[in-house]
């Protein structure tokens, strides 16, 4: 999954987006990361690739391909391997199946693999204050910790006390990278 392939100067930013109703807004991470200097390229979960954000601009804006799905052994490597990884938002699912080694798609794979390497990887949460309360979930938090994944403030979606939605915390996924 990752091995080095000759390509940009820049490092190289892997994006996993989860199936979350603010991955919508996932070309505002991209974009930041673009002017911070990074290069990126965007690992959906099967799920997220259903309508959760528009695929055709994120691959307009990062001059690749959306990857889901895992490559043939005689396909190319599509991406170089990652400087960083950053996944946002991350899910209730795609969190607990990482931290308990289930590779089953190609983005927790993705994950799984890159944590084994010691990759830099931040992670900003998007998850429903009752599952967030779940024993696992917590345990699953508690181990990608401990193997050093940093993560963002939790991110519910549910509305402040003005009624209105907080804004999802895109650019400071970056800011976590920059203290690794």
């Not at 490597?77 to 946002?88: G, K, L, T």
């Not at 519910?156 to 009624?163: D, M, T």
């Amino acid at each position: 999954m990752i091995a080095r392939v000759e390509g940009s100067e820049k490092p190289f930013l892997y994006v996993v987006v989860c199936a979350a109703g603010v991955a919508v807004g996932v070309g505002e991470l991209i974009e930041a990361a673009q002017e911070r200097g990074w290069e990126a390229g965007v690992i959906a979960t099967p799920v997220a690739t259903g309508g959760f954000f528009d695929i055709a601009a994120v691959e307009a804006r990062t001059g690749r391909a959306v990857r889901s799905a895992w490559r043939s052994p005689d396909d190319p490597r599509p991406f170089p391997a990652p400087d960083a990884v950053v996944v946002a938002p991350a899910t209730f699912n795609t969190v607990n199946k990482w931290a308990a080694g289930i590779a089953d798609t190609l983005a927790v794979g993705t994950l799984c693999e890159a944590a084994g390497l010691g990759v830099p990887i931040a992670v900003l949460p998007c998850v429903a204050d009752a599952l967030a309360a779940h024993p696992a979930y917590q345990e699953s938090l508690a181990r990608l910790r401990g193997m050093g994944v940093r993560f963002g403030e939790p991110y519910s979606g549910e509305p402040g006390p003005g009624g209105g939605r907080p804004t999802f915390p895109w650019t400071t996924a970056l800011d976590l990278l920059e203290r690794v």
